[in-house]
Nanobody, 115 residues
């Protein structure tokens, strides 16, 4: 079955950086678009970055020029480099397919940005 395992979150000061990783199994990774979502307390989950199987990327306006999504088809992994973090980036970050996510989600990884 599909497994998504996120890691790399933590507590960081505003202006700092983190790199999130998502290890996957149970589906043909290389042909699937992938994305990073985040959910802050009391808010709906939002898609912040996506990468197509071709490598084309797309970002939400709120993270554009600060976050970079990448993928490694050999390792079946997707990454999110987050720079110049802001307190409003505080959320649980999860990976899944964009727009047509798998029913099974990982546990996510908590990112907390202090001001």
């Amino acid at each position: 079955q599909v497994q998504l395992v996120e890691s790399g979150g933590g507590l960081v000061q505003a202006g700092g950086s983190l790199r999130l990783s998502c290890a996957t199994s149970g589906f043909t990774f290389s042909i699937n678009d992938m994305g990073w979502y985040r959910q802050a307390p009391g808010q709906q989950r939002e898609l912040v970055a996506s990468i197509r199987s071709s490598g084309t990327t797309n970002y939400a306006d709120s993270v554009k020029a600060r976050f970079t999504i990448s993928r490694d088809n050999v390792k079946r992994a997707v990454y999110l480099q987050m720079n110049n973090l802001k307190p409003e980036d505080t959320a649980v970050y999860s990976c899944n397919r964009p727009y047509a996510p798998f029913a099974s989600w990982g546990q996510g990884t908590q990112v907390t940005v202090s001001s």
